[in-house]
């Protein structure tokens, strides 16, 4: 089959980039491995798919080339996304933070998205593996026309195309269908990928040091979590392995291996002027310290304290000014050091990718490889928690389906 754009990947980012270039009158095919349609938009935002952030701007992601994102965020933003909902009558609210969520299922976008694309013109072939890329570029030469062109053999036959967009995602949630294949066509073509890794996932402990919290498991509380230079204020939640929760899985994304968390525990209090107003009292600091926090995670927190300060948990009449001190301190800035984290299942996204270095901002194509575009979660382009990534999907589709 001979078209204009072969599109392998159909989620969100590649969805969005077949419908627009088959409404500039693009012929366009879309193949993907899966037998389903979408499934990270499926089980996004607890089936409610949070779609996008109205808050999004380009600090809102993570890229060793941090400027690269602006000119497709600019120009497809999260009121172009909220336009095309309310056109097929979709309803969505705001949760916090800025975040939209549908009011339906996830499986309204979905739906939504197909319709575009069916509407366009495009063609859709699922459970479609790609066995081979070739490509013939173009040199100037007269008889060989101005494009390159692209083959690609697949389950489904042979397609040949002058563009090609890969739009296979990252190694997130392998359950969805994840797989490395936009990698390895990235090295195919000589394009450069820069470091992989798990983001916006879980973060877990060495057994013995997490073993006294392990038993927690469900408690969550308010806190400030730095980590780097970052620093993120949401829920914090217990797991029997680690941390979870909003706060935590916006700094795994930040987290480097060896080093530090930071969590302010009560970013609302003056703990040393609360501590100093009761220091007088015969409460036992873990009962005092049940005002913020479950008498099971308060009765451990102090348990570790004793054994990393020397510090006992006692009537707070009992402690000195450098004890209550060394307390505050800790409860502003509660220091663990994670061993790892959850991996590839439990992570929302990949952080790293293709270098954007290697790439137009303007259209995604590659700058060596004429017709050969990246889109979405394969690019080193990761959004924060809050949908954030799915913005960068269909910003970064609009682009080069604008440009195919």
């Known amino acids: 089959m001979k078209i204009d754009v072969i599109i392998i990947g159909s989620g969100a980012a590649g969805m ?3 419908l627009q270039a088959g409404q500039r009158g693009r012929s366009v095919v879309l193949l993907d491995h899966s037998k389903k349609l979408a499934e990270k938009i499926r089980i996004s935002g607890g089936g409610r798919c949070n779609f996008t952030n109205i808050n999004t701007k380009p ?6 080339n941090p400027s690269f994102c602006r000119s497709a965020l600019a120009r497809y933003t999260p009121n172009d996304f909220i336009a095309l909902l309310q056109k097929h009558s979709i309803g969505f609210h705001e949760k916090t933070l800025g975040q939209l969520f549908c009011d339906e299922e996830s499986e309204a976008v979905i739906a939504m998205l197909r319709s575009e694309c069916e509407a366009a013109g495009v063609k859709r072939f699922m459970s479609c593996e790609v066995e081979e890329i070739k490509h013939t570029p173009y040199t100037g030469e007269q008889g060989l026309g101005k494009k390159a062109k692209f083959y690609v053999t697949t389950s489904r036959g042979e397609f040949e195309a002058v563009s090609l ?3 296979t995602g990252g190694l997130s949630i392998p359950k969805t269908g994840a797989t490395p294949y936009g990698y390895h066509v990235a090295e195919q073509f000589g394009i450069p990928i820069t470091k992989l890794k798990a983001g916006l996932v879980p973060l877990t402990f060495a057994p013995d040091d997490w073993k006294p919290y392990s038993e927690l498991t469900g408690v969550s509380f308010d806190a400030i979590v730095s980590a780097g230079k970052q620093s993120f204020r949401e829920n914090v939640l217990v797991t029997h392995r680690g941390l ?13 291996h060896g080093t530090p968390l930071h969590i302010n525990m009560l970013p609302d209090a003056d703990m040393e002027a609360v501590l100093t107003e009761n220091k007088v009292s015969k409460k036992l600091l873990s009962n005092f310290l049940t005002t913020w ?3 099971s995670f308060a009765d451990v927190w102090c348990a570790q304290l004793a054994e990393t300060t020397k510090i006992e948990n006692k009537p707070l009449n009992q402690y000195n000014d450098k004890q209550r001190k060394q ?3 800790a409860l502003h800035d509660w220091q663990v050091t994670p061993s790892g984290t959850m991996g590839y299942a439990k992570a929302e996204v990949t952080c790293g990718g293709i270098d954007t270095r290697a790439l137009s901002s303007k259209t995604m194509e ?3 490889v004429p017709g050969l575009y990246f889109i979405g979660e394969v690019v080193d382009v990761t959004g924060w ?3 954030y990534n799915f913005q960068w999907a269909w910003a970064s589709g609009y682009a080069a389906g604008q440009a195919v």
């Open 16 to 18: 969005m980039c077949a």
């Open 59 to 64: 600090e809102n992601f993570i890229s060793e």
């Open 165 to 167: 967009v890969i739009a």
């Open 244 to 256: 979870s929760g909003p706060a935590i899985l916006q700094a795994s994304s930040y987290w480097q």
């Open 293 to 295: 926090f479950a008498k």
């Open 327 to 329: 307390i505050v301190a």
């Open 366 to 368: 590659c700058n060596d």
């Open 385 to 387: 928690l809050g949908g």
